[in-house]
């Protein structure tokens, strides 16, 4: 700071200093001098001198410059499982010294705001803008991961005995978010309409064979990528008729060979 000119040598004064700057920005750094009332060795007595204070000459300034936004420490939970709504991380942004002390810790809406983009489905690449005030300069770009949901597939089986008829089974169930205590599985309530299964399985012949099927994802509706299926195919079998098979020959038919017919 300025030193104080025309003391006398030997004696000194004190300066009270309430000029502060906190934001960006320049201001004023005022002080008070702090004269002795009375006369004490090696203190300046203001009766002694003839003092004017001209703040274009005395008083200095205190600038605060911008901060770069990547000085900032920027903690927000990274992964997410599809829940057919908007993801919004929500950002601890905090300022630290050399140390990692934390100096201040910054709010939303004052300090900083977020813009969030792709934050739906698990395939579009979900990421926030992070735009602090004019105390900081540039912006923070940070991504997050939107992960599918897991979800089962079975199609039913069957048992039948042998009739001629082909046996088939179009019951396919999965599981949806209704399913249990864990939120994060299975198909979306509202999107479980979108839903559809072509199911192919069948069998005639004594044996039996998988009850195939497939998913139709009805888009925009539902996206198959927001989802990890894992399916399983029913079982259909036919079994032996019970009973004896009986043939009926009529002799008329035939000619006499002397052989067994």
Partial sequence: GNEPNGLVEGETVDFYFTGTRTEVGVSSNDFTVMWTLSKVPG???????????????????????????????????????????????????????????????????????????????????????????????????????ITPREVEFKSASGTKKYDGIALTNHLVTYTTQDDGANLYRGILTNETRFLEFDVWGEQTEVGASSNWFEVVWHEPGIYSSNYTATVTYGLLRVTLKDGRLVIEVDPDEYEWTGREV
């Fill in 43 to 145: 203190k300046a007595w203001q009766k002694n001198y003839d003092y004017v204070k001209t703040r274009d000459l005395f008083t200095g300034e205190l600038e605060v410059t911008p901060l770069d936004v990547s000085q900032l420490d920027i903690h927000y939970p990274d992964t997410f499982v599809y829940g057919g709504t908007n993801v919004c991380p929500y950002a601890t942004v905090t300022l630290t010294n050399a140390v990692g002390e934390v100096i201040t810790n910054l709010v939303l809406g004052l300090d900083y705001d977020v813009t969030y983009t792709n934050n739906v489905n698990a395939f579009d690449n979900p990421y926030f803008i992070l735009e602090p005030s004019s105390n900081f300069t540039g912006v923070a770009t940070n991504a997050f991961d």
